[in-house]
């Protein structure tokens, strides 16, 4: 598959990590893109909630949310609730996965979107948690997918927003964090998790024709491997041709020919299209 | 931190007559119960059902030194701090998405000291608010714990009495405005919400005072005909205002999407010309008319039946 971009790699490699029949909690942008490739390859039954109240979400190809607030993300949705509600779900152990990006991650799987610097003095001031921290903190099981650069794998981040395993070792069930686990860092060079005892990052697999070398050079800190390290499979034909149809619309159609009838059609195996109204 | 006071909030609540009678009045008018220093709540989150009508009454008002919370903050805060009204914002996000970037006013007076950011999670900022609306002090819950957000802010935490486990204890958040947007009121404020209803009931319900503003001012009878869709009822709202498009350029659930080349050119004009654009703004689509339709008509109708649209395609049908 040729030009596939560092973007695609990731959903895709992502995407495989649902399972169908499973009820994900995504983040807009690459998490929600990744989830809806995963429905429409392998997962038709993984549902998708999004933290604006939405269970149950759909994309409408080419006009995806930008908000997870808003109607494109309410789009198909079997229910509708409110923030607060959404969140004591997965405090409850409703949602088997929390997919989130990261702007800088550690070690530990810590995840800082709130300040370079300090936040008595800070750099630059980022926007903050959203709904990161309690994703991270309620959710059964964690997939981060962030693009592999230095700065953003760093070995302490400036300040943790959302909680990985802390400094490792038992500390995150230490500090009362009863729920949920981190699964696997997805990123454009690798596939990573954490040791089960020191709970510090790992090497786990590699993207096709990327080197241990090459991941550690992107790696800001001294990564752990796992003795045998996988070549991920490079994504198809079809899974590139579902996630470029999700993001951009239908291929060689205008934005808005085909899409109310074709979107249920799309993103939803197994439900009869709608008709116009 | 503010102070939790959720007895005191109740006191007031309990000693104020809360007659049903028309509550209608002009956005300018409901606005007057704000007053300087005090925390406003804004409903709706990020650009979804933002009470627009009413933060542009209040951005007209020029007030000072207030502090606004929301589960999500939009550059409304930017507008907001650009005209010197506010202190202190207490959210888990500030941003308008994405595509847009940081917001460059919000970190101009963050990074600068010139105003405060209290950071929450995004569920924390809904407890805070449900514990507001139960009347209880606090709400014990499993997440920020460990992080830097629960230091920053000194959490507390909370062992249970019957397990001994330990959860973080959200403090009641009450503030003493609620700015929230609706589909549909009637004149005593009984009011009603399509969609989701972000954190809306209870940021009401937590609020010493509670303005609402409408879509549509219906009658009572079309209340009672859809009981089940009434999110509020008349003795939890202060103040009725009709405000077609009274989110704009913001989106209303089922009715019109949000006005994304607005976001665009204001971001443009943020990134050329800095703060100064947040107070240009203001004057331009604020202060240049008389009152919020004025802002509204100058849209134009084109533009806002595209939305209304947009809108119309999202529907289930």
Redesign the interface.
Known sequence: MSGVTAEELMAVTASRLLADHKVVFAGVGMPLLASAVARRIHAPKLTIVLEGGIIGACLLPGKLPISTNEMRAAYGAQMLTDITDIFLYAQRGYFDYGFLGAAQVDMYGNINTSVIGTVERPRVRLPGSGGANDIISLCNEVLIVTQHEPRRFVEKVDFITSPGYLSGGNSRAGAGLACGRLGAVVTDLALLDFEPATRRMRLRGLQPGVTVGQVRDQTGFDLLADPEIEELRPPSAEEIAIYRELRDGSAGGTEDSAVPESAHAADQPGRVPAGPS | MEQVAVLEARAELEATERPAVDKRMTAEAAVALVRDGDHVAIGG????RTPMALVFALLRQRRRHLTVSR??ACYEVELLLATGALDRIV?????I???WG??PI??HF??RGKAS?D??????M??R??AGAMGVPFLP?????????AR?LGLQ?VACPYTG????AVPALNPDVAFIHVHRADMFGNVQVD????????VARAARKVIVSAEQIVRPEEIAAIPDQTMLPHFAVDAVVAAPYGAYPH?C??LY??D?AHFDAYAVSVKDQGPAAGLRYVEENVDAYADFAGFVAAAGTARLAALAA????????
Request: hydrophobic content about 35%; charged content about 20%; aromatic content about 12%.
């Open positions: 989150t990020l650009y979804s589960p999500l959210t888990s996000w500030v941003g998405g994405l595509p940081l917001a919000f970190r963050v990074e950011y950071e929450w999670s995004h569920l924390a809904g407890l608010y449900k819950t499993l997440t920020m714990l460990g992080s830097d957000l920053t935490t486990q330990q959860l973080a969609g989701y209803r972000h954190m809306d009931a209870d989106e659930y089922g999407g949000p994304l947009d809108a119309r395609e999202l529907m289930p049908r």
